[in-house]
Nanobody, 118 residues
């Protein structure tokens, strides 16, 4: 099992910035991936950004140029720096951790609310 603790959500005005953090603990494989997804009201959950323990990143188109994902492998912590936030970024943001092995296992955080006011 892997436990995830998220922090950093909140209310911000359009154009502002927020930094989300997610710390993983438990049974962590040597090959893994951490990422952020979001679910806006009335919409499906979607990828925001992801990063492997080797540092390879993947961004959604809307996140390119505004959001930056990074991680501290020693702390098993992933960060999402969100700049120039827009009202359409309002959503619950979820941390996802994937252990990669003969079988892959996904773990999800409880979610943190991000609200961007216009």
């Amino acid at each position: 099992q892997v436990q995830l603790v998220e922090s950093g959500g909140g209310l911000v005005q359009a154009g502002g910035s927020l930094r989300l953090s997610c710390a993983a603990s438990g049974r962590i494989f040597s090959i893994n991936e951490m990422g952020w997804y979001r679910r806006a009201p009335g919409k499906q959950r979607e990828l925001v950004a992801a990063i492997t323990n080797g540092g390879r990143t993947n961004y959604a188109d809307f996140a390119n140029g505004r959001f930056s994902i990074s991680r501290d492998n020693a702390k098993n912590t992933v960060y999402l720096q969100m700049n120039n936030l827009k009202p359409e970024d309002t959503a619950v943001y979820y941390c996802k951790f994937t252990n990669h092995g003969p079988l892959s296992y996904d773990y999800w955080g409880q979610g943190t609310q991000v609200t961007v006011s216009s």
